[in-house]
């Protein structure tokens, strides 16, 4: 079974420029996270999609950042304009169960590195 | 509200030394719980994971983590280190259909 791929796995741009990364689940899985992990610090939640629709976005700076998952499968996430502080490795998981339940196991994929100058 | 606190960032051990990462956590319902390892350059991988039924849990590699409800903590150990658990290990916490809450994590060095 193929895990949860993500591209690409580093980007380096400038502050103010816009990036975009691409996640795709393991087939199947109904729920996809993105995650922010800044160095020294746990992964913390971005934006939840269960398919194709919202389930928690509260902690998504949305006046910068943006996700979508079209058809409830594969989904981007895009940064614009970038800041320094944005500087961390964005990590997507997928999990199986429909709404996400709290039992379930989160799949990680490698992350993409991304640095902000 | 849930929250994770691990406590040392930094634990080092001897190979064939007991490992033991501490981990506390805060919830207002009974919590599922979970550790996971990090490898350089690497995502997450699940070690184990605590949801109902035995607090003793056991995981892969030969690690294990007990729930103890009254100390609210969920310490995980391993009682012979290998020069290959060195990685970063995070503890976290979800109480309902939601994310995982993590802890700030604890990388793990083994001494030769």
């Known amino acids: 079974e193929a895990g949860v791929a993500q591209s690409p796995r580093y980007k380096i741009i400038e502050k103010r420029q816009s990036v975009a990364f691409w996640c795709n689940p393991i087939?199947?899985?109904?729920?996809l996270y993105w995650y922010q992990q800044i160095l020294g610090q746990g992964p913390k939640l971005l934006i939840q999609?269960?398919?194709?629709?919202?389930?928690?976005d509260s902690q998504l700076p949305k006046d910068r950042f943006s996700a979508e998952r079209l058809k409830g499968v594969d989904s981007t996430l895009k940064i614009q304009p970038a800041k320094l502080e944005d500087s961390a490795v964005y990590l997507c998981a997928s999990s199986s169960a429909l709404g996400g339940a709290g039992t379930d196991t989160q799949y990680f994929g490698p992350g993409t590195r991304l640095t902000v100058l | 509200a849930q929250s994770v606190t691990q406590l040392g960032s930094h634990v080092s051990v001897s190979e064939g030394a007991l490992v033991l990462l501490r981990c506390n956590y805060s919830?207002?319902?009974?919590?599922?719980l979970f550790w996971y390892v990090q490898y350089p350059n690497q995502g997450l991988q699940l070690l184990l994971k605590y949801t109902t039924g035995a607090t003793l849990v056991k995981g892969i590699n030969g690690f294990e983590a007990e729930f103890k409800k009254s100390e609210t903590s969920f310490h995980l150990t391993k009682p012979s280190a290998h020069m290959s658990d060195a990685a970063e290990y995070f503890c976290?916490?979800?109480?309902?259909?939601?994310?995982?809450?993590f802890g700030s994590g604890t990388r793990l060095q083994v001494q030769p």
């Open positions: 919830s207002s319902v009974p919590p599922y």
């Open positions: 087939s199947g899985h109904a729920t």
């Open positions: 999609f269960q398919n194709n629709g919202v389930v928690d």
């Open positions: 976290a916490v979800n109480t309902g259909r939601r994310a995982l809450t």
